[in-house]
């Protein structure tokens, strides 16, 4: 229950710190709310976690803090924020 409860709370810090960076990686503007950077970031981190899995095999049994799900997860962050674009892109044209 713990660690349930650990992962909540720290999932929107997790989610900003990300998600801030990737837009600050990312030239261009993304007129984006608090929430919406959060959820940036936490979709990023999951897209991260999945192609670190695919690519590499690592999963939650070497630990949940890796060196690569860090880089994973703001790789991750950057491909869903250039994805976001593009819906907003076509949205609009």
Known sequence: MGTILFFVLILPIIGAI????????????????LGQT????????YVGGALGYVLFGA???????????????????IIALLVWRQIQKNKVG
């Open 18 to 33: 990300f998600g801030f960076l990737a837009r600050a990686i990312v030239p261009g503007d993304d007129p984006m709310s």
């Open 38 to 45: 959060i959820l940036l970031g936490i979709v990023g981190s």
């Open 59 to 77: 999963d939650r049994s070497e630990g949940l803090v890796q060196p690569g799900g860090i880089v994973g997860s703001l790789v991750g962050s």
